[in-house]
């Protein structure tokens, strides 16, 4: 059974910074390309950062490119989201995803047979 675990969620003020972690057990971790994605009030799930199996490739949409950085540690089946100059449109619930499709098709999208882990909330008040 795969499970998908974050963690590092709070409230921060803009400008600030926080740091997500999310592990994984029961999916061969270093075999998978990982991703973030978020959901904010009424709005549609998107994906904010993908990255590839290896750490090789990444990817950022336009709206958090040069604040957010996507790292992984196979070793310890982590991945970590770094965000930066927080903005309260950043205020969402933050979703760890394993096995998405990722940077080497120029995309961040969930997939059949994608894992997703609970959600932790992120609030950037003004």
């Known amino acids: 059974q795969v499970q998908v675990v974050e963690s590092g969620g709070g409230l921060v003020q803009a400008g600030g910074s926080l740091r997500l972690s999310c592990t994984v057990s029961?999916?061969?971790?270093?075999?998978?390309?990982m991703g973030w994605f978020r959901q904010a009030p009424g709005k549609e799930r998107e994906g904010v950062s993908c990255i590839t199996w290896n750490g090789g490739m990444t990817y950022y949409p336009d709206s958090v490119k040069g604040r957010f950085s996507i790292s992984r540690d196979n070793a310890k089946n982590t991945l970590y989201l770094q965000m930066n100059s927080l903005k309260p449109e950043d205020t969402a619930v933050y979703y760890c995803?394993?096995?998405?499709?990722?940077?080497?098709?120029?995309?961040?999208?969930?997939?059949?047979?994608?894992?997703w882990g609970q959600g932790t909330q992120v609030t950037v008040s003004s």
């Open positions: 029961g999916l061969t971790f270093n075999g998978y390309d």
């Open positions: 995803a394993a096995a998405v499709y990722g940077p080497d098709g120029n995309r961040c999208a969930a997939r059949a047979g994608t894992h």
